[in-house]
């Protein structure tokens, strides 16, 4: 059975920092495509990031883009998310998701497996 299983999600205030971790069990995804949404309370999940195999790349949504980072350590079968300077706007619940696929995914509907997710608050 595939899990994936997100940390490092808390209560921070404006302007700080924190890393997302999602480490997958049952499945090696160091080939796929694994990536980043989010859900703020009352909204739909949508889009954060998203990596490549091997780090080959990464893309991001505009609003993040300048401020979060996403990297994979392969031999952990583990992907992060750096979240920095940190708006109350992206307080959400952050899902990990991964695909069998290897290009680039952007769309929920693309993705084979999510987490249950972590949740983050951003502070004023």
């Known amino acids: 059975q595939v899990r994936l299983v997100e940390s490092g999600g808390g209560l921070v205030q404006a302007g700080g920092s924190l890393r997302l971790s999602c480490t997958a069990y049952?499945?090696?995804?160091?080939?796929?495509?694994m990536g980043w949404f989010r859900q703020p309370p009352g909204s739909g999940r949508v889009f954060v990031a998203a990596i490549r195999r091997r780090n080959v790349n990464a893309y991001y949504e505009d609003s993040v883009k300048d401020r979060f980072s996403v990297s994979r350590d392969a031999a952990k079968n583990t992907v992060y998310l750096h979240l920095n300077n940190l708006r109350p706007e992206d307080s959400a619940v952050y899902y990990c998701?991964?695909?069998?696929?290897?290009?680039?995914?952007?769309?929920?509907?693309?993705?084979?497996?999510w987490g249950r997710g972590t949740q983050v608050v951003v502070s004023t």
């Open positions: 998701n991964g695909t069998v696929e290897t290009a680039m995914r952007a769309s929920d509907d693309e993705y084979d497996y």
């Open positions: 049952g499945r090696n995804f160091s080939s796929n495509t």
